[in-house]
Structure formats: C-alpha cells, structure tokens
C-alpha cells in the first residue's frame, strides 16, 4: 500500500548539475529530493523507500534572487593551529571573500508524493512489511488530523 504525503513551500531550489555556478532549479522535485524527504520522516535501516508519483498541485513559477557568498572557508587545521598557539587570524575578510551569485528558484511550491517501501537485507530477524506498514499509517494519521 503506497503512502501519500503532501509538502509545500514558499521557495525550492533542485539544482541542476549541469549548471554549475549559477544554481536553478529543475522545474519540479526530483526523485531523490522526495526520496530524502520521506526518509527526513519515516527512517529505518531495513527501509528502502521507492517514489511511484509525483503530482504537481501548485502552477510552475520561477523567481530570481540574488546572493552574496563567501567563497572561501578556514580549514579545520587553520582553526586548531589558532587555537592551540592563542593567536592567528581566525576569521575572514569577508569584502575580498565575497561574491554575487544568482538563483532561479521556484515559488510557491505544492507537491504530492506517493511512494511506498520495500524490505532490504539490513532489516532485523523480526522485521516485516506489516509491521512497518502498520506504524507508517499511524504516525502518519497523527500528523494529519
């Protein structure tokens, strides 16, 4: 029995890969982002959760939105050199670290996801499909009413 679970937004970003430095959006959730957010939810081990649908519930928009950015980090190693001698620059100048980036994100997102699980080998000697099935129902009826 596959599950159903409505998520919505007013933003979402479901970068495109290929579009490395300027991050937009695929124009719906990809499977994977709504393999991770039923996983956000209901995890288990012996789980591996399959999307069946995905139903748009909301019109497709796009909006842009510009950011700034630091483009560098301090390293783990910088940070504990500074901390074992007391002294050193632990931070960042952030105007010569800085830089503008653009986003084409989506708005006002409303999604269906229907998906259901399947057994793996990393399930316990006492686990089954009712046995999962029986608790996803309930906790999912918890959160709906």
């Known amino acids: 029995m596959p599950i159903k679970l409505e998520v919505w937004g007013p933003y979402a970003l479901f970068t495109r890969p290929e579009l490395k430095s300027e991050r937009v959006s695929y124009d719906i959730i990809t499977p994977s982002a709504a393999r991770g957010l039923i996983k956000a939810i209901y995890w288990h081990s012996g789980l591996r959760w399959q999307i069946g649908r995905i139903h748009v519930c909301a019109p497709i928009r796009f909006t842009n939105l510009r950011r700034n950015?630091?483009?560098?980090t301090i390293s783990?190693?910088?940070?504990?050199?500074?901390?074992?001698r007391g002294r050193g620059m632990l931070y960042l100048a952030t105007p010569e670290q800085i830089q503008q980036r653009a986003a084409m994100l989506l708005q006002d997102v409303r999604y269906v996801i229907e998906a259901h699980f399947e057994m793996t080998e990393k399930a316990a000697a006492g686990d089954n499909?009712?046995?999962?099935?029986?608790?996803?129902?309930?906790?999912?009826w918890r959160r709906s009413k």
């Open 69 to 72: 950015e630091v483009k560098a």
């Open 76 to 84: 783990a190693r910088t940070a504990h050199t500074v901390m074992q």
């Open 129 to 140: 499909p009712g046995k999962f099935q029986d608790a996803e129902i309930r906790w999912f």
